[in-house]
Every structure is written in structure tokens, then in C-alpha cells.
């Protein structure tokens, strides 16, 4: 069964950081293309980052280096270290794993997880 488990989440305070967790099971390896994409109240979800299996990373343009991935291949997990948060951060945050295969383009989410940051 394919799986992408996040968590981490949770309320934090505005300057304060967090770390997400995604755990990828099942016939996720670790040629997937693993990201972080949000979702805030009201808002289409965006993309927040992506990695590849060597480590080059896509960020979108609002993201600075607040907001960090990695991935241990060998736990077949990828991080999400968010540093000075703010209240505009607050999402439901998903992980995905993408990749083309025989031409056709394979993509899995996790179920979502809650930050807020609030005073």
C-alpha cells in the first residue's frame, strides 16, 4: 500500500520553527520527486518545495531560506524545516511524490497536516 505520512505539525508561536516529517511506504522509492505544498484557508494549495533523489531543490519564489527540505533516502523520508515562522505560514501543509513512468506522470499526497502560528 503506498503511504506518505506526514507530521510535525501543530501550533507554534510567530519566530518560532518547526519541523515536518513525510515517510514515504509501499512502491514509493526514492526516484520520486518528494515535496512540500500548503494550503491556507481560503487559498488554492501552492507549492512550497521540491527535492530530487540528489538533492536539487525547486522552491517557489515567495519561499526563502526559512523554509528548507531535505530527504534521507535511506529512511525514504523528506523534512521541511520552517525557521522563523510567521502567522502567513499558517496551512495545512501535504507531502507528495511524483515521477514519470513509462510516460506517464505517477503522483501520491499525504492526508495534510495543521501548522498554525499564532501569539
Known amino acids: 500500500q503506498v503511504q506518505l505520512v506526514e507530521s510535525g505539525g501543530g501550533l507554534v508561536q510567530p519566530g518560532g520553527s518547526l519541523r515536518l516529517s513525510c515517510e514515504a511506504s509501499g512502491s514509493i522509492d526514492s526516484t520520486y520527486v518528494m515535496g512540500w505544498y500548503r494550503q491556507a484557508p481560503g487559498k488554492q494549495r501552492e507549492l512550497v518545495t521540491t527535492?530530487?533523489?540528489?538533492?536539487?531543490?525547486n522552491s517557489a519564489d515567495s519561499v526563502n531560506s526559512r523554509l528548507t527540505i531535505s530527504r534521507d533516502n535511506a529512511k525514504n523520508t523528506v523534512y521541511l524545516q520552517m525557521n522563523s515562522l510567521k502567522p502567513e505560514d499558517t496551512a495545512v501543509y501535504y507531502c507528495?511524490?511524483?515521477?514519470?513512468?513509462?510516460?506517464?506522470?505517477?503522483?501520491?499526497w499525504g492526508q495534510g497536516i495543521q501548522v498554525t502560528v499564532s501569539s
Open positions: 507528495s511524490a511524483r515521477k514519470i513512468l513509462m510516460g506517464w506522470l505517477v503522483e501520491y
Open positions: 527535492i530530487t533523489i540528489g538533492g536539487r531543490t
